[in-house]
């Protein structure tokens, strides 16, 4: 029977797919509302034949004892995009297999902050969207710009620790080091980075009707040096 499921749910899709495709013809000979019921039949055999097989799946897998770990690489592309969740992923991994606490601590010290990176963009979306302010939606490509930076950033800390022996206490001193550093760099970053929206903030509260789209622009323009990111290559 376990391969019942799967089959079941194969001729039922292929059943359906050619109902779809001979649909006028089947309309004329069955009926519409013949044609409605045979579709409104397979569909529920088609439903339940991936249900059991979804089950089937479950219920064979392997013990967790006997399942191993999937390595997440970030995309090391050169001048490609990261993605956070990939990075994020790997300090986890990081965490996972320390068994010094030191180095679980100064580990977790990175990862909060693409944590808070993370909770402002959802911030700054939040307060654009509260203000209508569509006009300065491109603020948001700034932030991301600065998560792209956090996330060179660590990448460099988890390419530096790679070659690093968790038992060796010397190379333990020299991931909480790392750490440390890396920590320190994503602050800067990041204080940057909540000047800029307090500024944005201001700059909301006090604007009227009179304000236009220059003065909306020659702010973002300077929002974007207070960043310390024009012309730099992040």
Known sequence: ???????????????????????????????????????????????????????TLLKNRKPKDDVQPVRVSPSLDIGS?????????????????????T?????????????VMDDLQDRLKELLDNNGADALRDTENILDDVEQHIC????????????????NSRDREK??????????????????TKDFMTSLVEFLNRQGDSSSEEEINMYKEALTEQLSLKGESI
């Open 1 to 55: 029977m376990k391969k019942g499921w799967f089959i079941g749910a194969g001729i039922s899709a292929m059943l359906i797919l050619m109902m779809f495709i001979y649909r006028d013809d089947m309309i004329i000979n069955a009926g519409l509302r013949g044609y409605r019921a045979g579709m409104t039949l397979l569909g529920a055999i088609l439903g339940g034949m991936s249900v059991g097989s979804v089950l």
């Open 81 to 101: 995009r990261l993605n956070p969740e990939y990075i994020k992923a790997n300090l986890y991994e990081v965490t996972g297999d320390a068994t010094d606490e």
């Open 103 to 115: 180095v679980r601590k100064a580990v977790k010290t990175v990862i909060k902050t693409m944590d």
């Open 152 to 167: 060179r950033n660590v990448r460099k800390f988890i390419n530096n620790i790679t070659i690093l022996d968790m038992k």
């Open 175 to 192: 991931i909480v080091t790392s750490a440390v550093e890396c920590s320190e760099q994503n602050q800067k970053l990041l204080k940057l």
